[in-house]
């Protein structure tokens, strides 16, 4: 198994906002919404963690009409963007945006109906504060629905896994810097990433079963659990 290699916990520039933008994540984006959904049909007040440029908000808006969410990041020209996605979208009386730490939220115990998060674990040196973080705030009877990506075991895996999903390199040499560097963050990405057993040790203390943590495709873990 490959060690774990982090990156920065906090992607905050201009540049690198508008290059996680540009990615083509709707299909992702929208399998975790109809995830979620399967699971808490009707959300309520809902806190996404690490949201980016909201766009698993926007999605998750669009398919539940009750749904309110409060977006939270740590980078600000991400909250930039996703303010603007986010008033494009019609939605600005139903996502509010925050600049907030999930390392220390400052809500009650029990806050909300569902706690979501995509892709933002591995983006943290200590994930297990977090996760508790997001464990505490999440009502009884409510969801913690968290997904990421899965660390590979070889660098060849890696490989095949950024040929397989990285996107086709463009026609246009203007465009290629930009997919050239959508690929670096996506490798990067994978091997900052945790396994199953390690999200499992982490949430383990909480009182979550290690089964509510499970590889669910070829390049992703979820977490999905309901407080009693």
Known sequence: MLARVLEPEVMDTPEEARDYDAMDHAAVNRAFCEDVLAVLPTPKRVLDVGTGTARIPIELC?????????????????????????????LASR????KIDAKALPYPDGSFGAVVSNSIIHHIPEPAQVLAEMWRVTSRGGLLFVRDLHRPETEAEID?????????RPADPAAVPS?????????????AALTVSEVAAF???LGIAASAVRKTSDRHWTLSAVKA
């Open 203 to 205: 949430v383990a203390p």
């Open 160 to 168: 095949h896994l950024v040929a397989l999903h990285g996107g086709e």
């Open 179 to 191: 997919f050239e560097h959508q690929r670096f963050l996506f490798r990067a990405s994978l091997a």
């Open 95 to 98: 996502v509010t945006v925050a």
């Open 62 to 90: 669009a398919r539940s009409p009750g749904a309110e969410v409060v977006a939270i990041d740590l980078a600000e020209h991400m909250l930039t963007l996703a303010r603007e996605n986010i008033t494009r979208a019609g």
